[in-house]
């Protein structure tokens, strides 16, 4: 290979590096390394130091390891300018081509993420030796040239530029089993030399990388979700009684009890007294209470006002109305008249809201349970009246 095909080799890697537009991390992407450096030759080689260049194309097997397919070239000039008097050779008739193909993993620490990343790698090929001079190969009678093998060893950093553009910066030793190069030209030529079969040279390296793939999507975010806030005992009623957590005190009372604004059973008492009747009212056919009441009428409305009251608090109580009259006349009278009194209470409630499904019974007793005596006028006035039971 002549200078400028190593020139066009440089300016390759310069402009692919350049060029990159693809993270050069991401998990499973192919991608080209061009790189440029120096080979630093073994001192038994007899060489000066040359331009050393190369590409690559590698994929990350994981997060932290790459493996690269390396093209690699660099030619050697002899320093033994006795050779080029003795035989009349030009300056430019004294190199030797050297052209690796070969394998090569890194290993790269710290998260991918990182901008700097160190890393060590390792490597294995083969190495074409070749006479570059066609006065070597023809004018001196030569054509020397083989394949021998190598290893690579070495370590580096790689810079992430951007998410699309990395640097990399490597030192590595190359051990060339050569047994092609100036050894068997000096020997061809009548020269004595002491044959070697191996160089270690040193390689000194800078590349861009350019990744063929797409990048990666960030993994996304989950947002943690604050557990909902435990809700506040004024709001729960476990039992269901109308009495928040917070204020009930028995807790644990049975579905339908009538409870107290604590929590606890109450036993309701709707009581009718003060609402008595006047002699033989009402009539059959009477329905307007009012008239029918004993004076000062008023206090007996509002007495029944208060017993609707306490229906509408406790909505799910039920009552029986009863009649009662006092002991003047028939039972057979007194019995009509008495289911006649709790029939016009009961329709005084129905038509204030109280919904007519919440009276179970309306029952006349007559004469037969006095609350007071009947040789008086004020005992069997008191006697004259309606009471309300509550069905608990």
């Known amino acids: 290979m002549k200078r400028n095909a190593l020139s066009a080799l440089i300016a390759l890697a ?4 350049g060029v990159a537009t693809a993270n050069a991390q991401d998990f499973g992407n192919w991608y080209i390394a061009p790189r440029i450096g120096a080979a630093i030759p073994d001192s038994n080689r007899k060489v000066d130091a040359a331009v050393w260049g190369g590409v690559g194309v590698g994929v990350w097997v994981n997060p932290n390891l790459a493996v690269d397919f390396e093209y690699t070239i660099n030619n050697y000039d002899f320093k033994d300018d006795s050779w080029r008097v003795q035989q009349s050779w030009d300056h430019g008739d004294k190199q030797w081509e050297n052209v690796g193909l070969g394998v090569s993993a890194r290993w790269f620490f710290g998260d991918q993420g990182s901008q700097w990343r160190p890393y060590v790698m390792a490597g294995l090929g ?6 570059y001079s066609g006065v070597l190969t023809s004018g001196a009678g ?3 040239d083989g394949w021998d093998p190598f290893a690579t060893i ?8 951007s998410e699309r553009v990395a640097l990399r910066g490597e030192i590595a030793a190359r051990y060339d089993h050569d047994n092609n190069t100036m050894a068997n030209v000096g020997e061809s030529l009548g020269y004595t030399f002491k044959r070697r079969n191996g160089f270690t040279d040193g390689i000194v390296s800078v590349g861009l990388v350019y990744n063929f793939g797409t990048a990666a999507a960030p993994a996304p975010v989950e947002t943690p979700v604050a557990p909902p806030a435990a809700p506040d005992c004024h709001q729960l009623d476990d039992d269901h009684d109308g009495v928040n957590n917070c204020d009930d005190r028995c807790p644990d009372t049975p579905a339908g009890t009538i409870v107290g604004p604590d929590g606890c059973p109450q036993k309701v008492v709707i009581d009718l007294r003060g609402v008595n009747f006047k002699f033989d009212r009402p009539k059959k056919g009477e329905h307007n209470i009012e008239p029918t009441l004993q004076v000062p009428t008023a206090d007996s409305i509002a007495i029944l006002d ?16 009863d009649g009662h009259t006092d002991s003047v006349g028939t039972d057979q009278y007194n019995q009509g008249l008495s289911e006649r009194r709790a029939q016009i209470v ?16 309306v029952k006349g007793f007559g004469e037969s349970q006095p609350i007071d005596t009947n040789a008086t006028k004020e005992g ?3 006697n004259r009246r309606t009471e309300i039971k509550v069905e608990q």
Do not use: C, F
């Not at 609707?308 to 109305?321: F, Q, S, T």
């Open 14 to 17: 310069l402009v692919g590096g």
């Open 380 to 382: 069997r006035a008191r």
């Open 346 to 361: 009961a329709d005084y409630l129905t038509s204030h809201g109280v919904d007519s499904s919440r009276i179970v019974a």
């Open 154 to 161: 070495g370590g580096g950093i790689q810079y992430n530029m």
């Open 306 to 321: 208060q017993a609707i009251d306490a229906l509408n608090r406790y909505p799910e109580i039920k009552v029986e109305l």
């Open 126 to 131: 083969a190495m074409r030796h070749a006479a």
């Open 142 to 144: 030569l054509n020397n």
